[in-house]
T-cell receptor
């Protein structure tokens, strides 16, 4: 079974530029999560989708971050314009359903903003 | 508000010994699940063990077990017979309508 796929794995951009990350969840998984993990910290939930609807985006900085999950399958997370403090690993995860289901993580997309 | 707190930034254990990682949580939801995830240096997080809050019996998974104290909102992870491959970051997580994690505990295993 294929795991959660993410791309690109690494990205270096200058501040004020834009970047987009892509995630393809495990086939059949209805719930998709985007987490931000700053070095040395725990993953912070940015947005959670159930199919193509948003369950929670309370910690998504909506002035610069956006995410979509068209057709309820793959998802894109965009940052525009990027700030230095956005340097982090962006983890995508998916689960078959909601709270009680095991979530499976991708390898992450490492962003460095200079 | 829902929170997960891990108060031990780093722990060390001798190979073959036992170590316990602490986690406390807070939620007003009656239906929730608790998890421990491991994140090796390669950064892909993998599930170690899970506990349904409605179950009184503590979950076990080979060398890994939990001590779930619902009234105290405590959920600790015990690793028995520690191995070098157990060295990693460990994150405590809670799933309600959303899925959140603590700040992590770095476990070092000493040969």
């Amino acid at each position: 079974e294929a795991g959660v796929a993410q791309s690109p794995r690494y990205k270096i951009i200058e501040k004020r530029q834009s970047v987009a990350f892509w995630c393809n969840p495990i086939s059949g998984h209805a719930t998709l999560y985007w987490y931000q993990q700053i070095l040395g910290q725990g993953p912070k939930l940015l947005i959670q989708f159930q199919n193509n609807g948003v369950v929670d985006d309370s910690q998504l900085p909506k002035d610069r971050f956006s995410a979509e999950r068209l057709k309820g399958v793959d998802s894109t997370l965009k940052i525009q314009p990027a700030k230095l403090e956005d340097s982090a690993v962006y983890l995508c995860a998916s689960s078959f359903g909601g709270a009680g289901n095991t979530i499976y993580f991708g390898e992450g997309s490492w962003l460095t903003v200079v | 508000a829902q929170t997960v707190t891990q108060s031990q930034p780093e722990m060390s254990v001798q190979e073959a010994e036992t170590v316990t990682l602490s986690c406390t949580y807070d939620t007003s939801e009656s239906d929730y699940y608790l998890f421990w995830y491991k994140q090796p240096p390669s950064r892909q997080m993998i599930l170690v063990i899970r506990q349904e809050a409605y179950k009184q019996q503590n979950a076990t998974e080979n060398r890994f077990s939990v001590n779930f104290q619902k009234a105290a909102k405590s959920f600790s992870l015990k690793i028995s017979d520690s191995q070098l491959g157990d060295a990693a970051m460990y994150f405590c997580g809670m799933g309600t309508y959303k899925y959140i994690f603590g700040t992590g505990t770095r476990l070092k295993v000493l040969a």
